[in-house]
């Protein structure tokens, strides 16, 4: 069990609850990890900053389902996540039964291109801990997807490639709130702006 932030723990499935004021995600270990990496860490950790009630959540390139999970478990009304690997979505699907969050959570095997209609739009929060080629790929069709003021917090790009990164997500509308340089990696939160 690992303790994140200040609402936040990791716990494995059949350990112990322990009670407390924090947020237990339950979280299977699978080929994506089980949550402990620095940059889903600091990811969580600036996810729980959010106020998320009611809020609808997109988490492209979803893993382990950790990120989606947690914005549900904090008062997000829904989460849609998006991979490309059939594992991480077997793997999402199970963590997700295992919060009780499931009915909340929809997954699409897939890219962003193959999202049905109705989950192309009306996000408040987009969750991206992906590789930097890909999070500058997507910029633009993520933030057709956002409502206007909408949070993006990205994470999975090292120190070399923050620069650029960023670059691209100013020119496809977003200021930067806040930059993080992690041991490796570098985690940020975007806001879309009017």
Not at 101 to 114: C, I, K, Q, S, W
Not at 169 to 180: H, I, M, S, T
Request: aromatic share 4%; net charge negative.
């Amino acid at each position: 069990m690992v303790n994140v932030g200040k609402r936040l723990r990791i716990v494995r499935p059949g350990e112990k609850a322990t009670g407390g004021d924090r947020v237990e995600l339950v979280i299977a270990r699978g080929a994506f990890g089980s949550g402990e990496h620095e940059t889903t860490v600091s990811c969580l950790e600036e996810l729980e900053e959010l106020e998320l009630s009611g809020k609808r959540v997109l988490d492209v390139g979803c893993g382990t389902g950790i990120l989606a999970i947690a914005a549900l478990k904090l008062g997000a009304e829904e989460a849609v996540c998006v991979d490309i690997a059939r594992e991480a979505i077997q793997t999402t699907l199970k963590n997700a039964r295992l919060n009780g969050v499931g009915e909340r959570l929809r997954v699409v095997l897939g890219t962003l291109r193959m999202l049905p209609e109705e989950l192309r739009g009306g996000y408040q929060v987009v969750l991206a801990n992906i590789y930097p080629e890909v999070l500058r790929e997507i910029a633009p069709q993520v933030a057709g997807m956002m409502e206007e003021g909408g949070v993006l917090i990205g994470s999975g790009v090292l120190w070399e490639d923050n620069a650029d990164v960023l670059r691209v997500y100013r020119e496809a509308g977003f200021e930067v709130v806040k930059n993080r340089w992690l041991e490796q990696y570098t985690t940020f939160v975007l806001k879309l702006r009017g």
